[in-house]
């Protein structure tokens, strides 16, 4: 495969996991590709199990195609070492029991916190703070972004690279609200609304100021 198709190959992955599905035309547009271009990756894509399309009808005319990524598809993205995650926390449940999964997760949880409080530390805005744990959480391997929507934030993760072991250990994702909430400090309050443990298919979380205009 040439770099040229493999890049492409990557940018319609990408587009579809943080965008969710699309019409051929779209993903050309968005990625400003020949509509052909686009059309021959996706077929190749679906051969490979990664995307899938549905039909859907928009009055006259036929059917235009959405595309979607599989399930199978998640072995293209990041996933930290999830098989050796599960087994390590499997491993902890027998040996300390539930108690002490729980006592490993808080104190992953408050690592986390004191690290990213300490990077956001030069943040003085919920603005800037919101940007800046997208940063982090995004060289972590959570594709996130912020985005403005109205007064509030919308901050979304399009991927959970620990999914599988947070499906062990739920606990691990519990925390990440709380953690979140210390990270963007009292000026903010922070809501999940989406949750890929859920069904969904990305975590989304609505922040708000918490500070009266």
Not at 49 to 70: C, D, H, Y
Not at 119 to 144: C, F, H, N, P, Q
Request: hydrophobic share 40%; charged share 30%; net charge positive.
């Amino acid at each position: 495969m040439s770099n040229e198709k493999a890049a492409t190959r990557t940018q319609i992955l990408d587009r579809l996991k943080r965008g969710g599905p699309a019409s051929a035309a779209a993903l050309a547009r968005a990625l400003k590709l020949t509509p052909m271009a686009v059309r021959l990756q996706l077929y190749q894509l679906a051969g490979e199990s990664l995307v899938e399309a549905t039909s859907q009808s928009s009055g006259r005319g036929r059917p235009t195609k959405f595309w979607m990524l599989t399930d199978r598809s998640a072995r293209i993205f990041p996933d930290a070492h999830q098989g050796l995650a599960v087994d390590l926390i499997r491993s902890m449940r027998e040996i300390f029991g539930e108690a002490g999964v729980k006592k490993i997760a808080d104190t992953h949880a408050a690592r986390q916190r004191t690290v990213y409080l300490e990077k956001l530390r030069s943040a003085k805005t919920l603005a800037d703070r919101v940007r800046a744990l997208a940063e982090i959480r995004s060289a972590e391997g959570y594709m996130a972004e912020a985005k403005k929507d109205g007064r509030d934030w919308l901050f979304v993760e399009n991927h959970c690279p620990i999914c599988s072991a947070a499906k062990e250990c739920t606990r691990l994702c519990a925390n990440e609200l709380s953690v979140f909430q210390d990270a963007l400090g009292p000026a903010a309050s922070v809501a999940r609304e989406e949750h890929i443990l859920s069904g969904a298919r990305r975590c989304a979380y609505r922040i708000k100021s918490a500070v009266k205009a």
